[in-house]
């Protein structure tokens, strides 16, 4: 998946995102264990992608309290003496 579209997933499907890419994951994981995986590229895609999903659901999470901060911060009028 594209990271724009992943930019513009809402942190509830990021989170739906991030519990199928774990369970893929474990299966390609569990495959290359096992000597049954043909393409070891595919475990390490797997891998980066889910990295990119719990970096945006942390960006996420993070961004929409440090927007609200900046908002409260905003309205502060700071006079020069």
């Known amino acids: 998946m594209e990271l724009d579209e992943l930019k513009q997933m809402s ?3 990021l989170q739906i ?14 495959k290359l264990r096992t000597n049954q995986l043909d393409n070891h590229a595919s475990y390490r895609r797997a891998r980066r992608e889910l990295a ?9 999470t993070r961004g929409e ?4 901060d900046k908002r409260a911060a ?7 003496a």
């Open 11 to 13: 942190p509830a499907d």
């Open 17 to 30: 995102k991030e519990r199928e890419s774990r369970e893929e994951v474990f299966r390609l994981r569990l």
């Open 52 to 60: 990119r999903i719990v970096t945006l659901i942390g960006q996420k």
């Open 65 to 68: 309290s440090a927007a609200s």
């Open 74 to 80: 905003g309205n502060k009028k700071v006079g020069n």
